[in-house]
């Protein structure tokens, strides 16, 4: 069975770094997309960056410049690393495999735990 479990969150203040891992099993995802997404208190989820097989990515706009998707399928992990922290990135972090790059409203697994990442000002 197919599955994808995060890592790497934690409490960090503002301007700091963080790492987060997602790693899955099996081999069939190595041909697909993997998004990281985040959910806030009492916000929807919202895609925060996608990459593909052949290394293209989608990010959001709020994202763009401070995070960077990056993917390893020989390690089955997909890395976003996360620079210029805010206290307005504070969320659960969750993967998952969106339908395409460009459709992420809609994914193809059920969703994990995810990881907590906490921003202080």
């Known amino acids: 069975q197919v599955q994808l479990v995060e890592s790497g969150g934690g409490l960090v203040q503002a301007g700091g770094s963080l790492t987060l891992s997602c790693t899955y099993s099996?081999?069939?995802?190595?041909?697909?997309?993997i998004g990281w997404f985040r959910q806030a208190p009492g916000k929807r989820r919202e895609l925060v960056a996608a990459?593909?097989?052949?290394?293209?990515?989608n990010y959001a706009e709020s994202v763009k410049g401070r995070f960077t998707i990056s993917r390893d399928n020989a390690k089955k992990t997909v890395n976003l690393q996360m620079n210029s922290l805010k206290p307005e990135d504070t969320a659960v972090y969750l993967c998952?495999?969106?339908?395409?790059?460009?459709?992420?409203?809609?994914?193809?697994?059920?969703w994990g735990q995810g990881t907590q990442v906490t921003v202080s000002s």
């Open positions: 998952n495999v969106p339908f395409s790059l460009s459709n992420t409203d809609w994914v193809k697994r059920s």
């Open positions: 990459i593909s097989d052949g290394g293209d990515t």
């Open positions: 099996g081999s069939a995802l190595r041909r697909e997309v």
